[in-house]
């Protein structure tokens, strides 16, 4: 789903470019809600964990592969307005250090896979959580519905665009028969990524989940014949107290094994946008990448002939890249928060 430059025109771009900065302008002041002294080190890490897994295409129908757009995963794991944040982090180092997605098209590509994704997937799956049962398990399965949605959805928004500042001359109908059928399946692999991933850290630490939180349903004990709330179990530490290294550790040393070995097995096809783009000529126009001189270009790093290698190195340091710069991203925005927190206090009372 990365737009290379020269897919959509110059006026269209520019729209979306300021589209997507007023979007993450609003992220920014809306993180400051989402982030606390758990979450704020983890969304450098999920950040980072969706830039490895979006290196694992895998293959969806003939000649044609998909790979994970991460919108909803982030969005549920550390908030709506983080999540944006997240994919915008990942957009951008792809963009810049390994010529993936056109620098002129940034602001389609947020539009696209960070906000469209991000907001349709979040509003899914808060409407869902709402009816379902109150429960983890019901969590899960509302991350798989609102992440299978968030696919075919980022499709549309790139065909609508298609049609407004296309540089190809071809019908909008065929574009948009064939973007939202391959994505729909690309979408259940997605689905399947979100839904396990989501899974496995609310076994572990529900806590951190943001789409988790205050969602168990109360035990119940029958009292005189009645059911009455019970006590909640005393925690062994106080959730704020509680360390997320582990987690963190964990999730790091599984991005850098997905991105420094397993990115080697991935699917070699085109993806979902690349197959369309050949298939319909959308490409007819493709601008060389700015950064297609970048010593990481295509995800390997220059100078090292052995595709193993070269590829897992390139795929370390760009997990690496984004965990730090990610990282220092969403701690600024946690300071921000915590000093706003102090000068109201301070105001409240009464020393200023």
Known sequence: ??????????????ATGVVAAGAVAVSLRGARRELDERTAPL??????????????????????????????????????????????????MQGILFA????????????????VT?????????????????????????????ALV???????????????????DIPIGKVL?????????????EA??????????????????????????????????????AAPAPSAAPVAARSTRKVWATGLVTALVLAGFVSFYASANPDGLEKVAADKGIDAKTEPHHTADSPLADYGVRDI??????????????VGSTVVVGSGIFWAVRRRRTDAGATGSVIAGGKI
């Open 1 to 14: 789903m990365h737009v290379p430059d020269g897919f959509i025109d110059v006026p269209v771009s520019v």
């Open 43 to 92: 969304a450098g890490l999920v950040a980072a964990f969706i830039f490895a897994v979006q290196m694992l295409n895998f293959p969806v129908a003939a000649g044609t592969s998909g790979h994970l757009l991460g919108g909803a995963l982030a969005a549920i794991l550390v908030g709506p307005y983080t999540g944006v944040l997240c994919i915008s982090v990942v957009l951008l």
């Open 100 to 115: 993936d997605g056109g620098l002129t098209a940034l602001g389609v590509n947020i539009t696209d896979m960070a906000v």
């Open 118 to 146: 991000t907001v349709v997937s979040y509003a899914l799956f808060r409407g869902l959580v709402k009816i379902l049962p109150r429960t983890r398990r019901a969590v899960t399965v509302s991350s798989f519905a609102a």
């Open 150 to 168: 968030s696919v075919p959805a980022a499709a549309l928004a790139f065909t609508a665009l298609y049609a407004v500042g296309g540089t190809t």
């Open 177 to 189: 028969t064939a973007m939202v059928g391959v994505h729909v399946l690309i979408g259940i692999g």
């Open 192 to 229: 399947a990524i979100t839904a396990l991933t989501v899974g496995a850290v609310i076994a572990v630490r529900p806590d951190l989940v943001h789409g988790a939180r205050g969602l168990t349903a109360p035990l119940k004990l029958r009292v005189g014949g009645e059911l009455v709330d």
């Open 305 to 318: 002939s052995d595709a193993r290698i070269s590829g897992g190195l390139a795929g370390v340091i760009g």
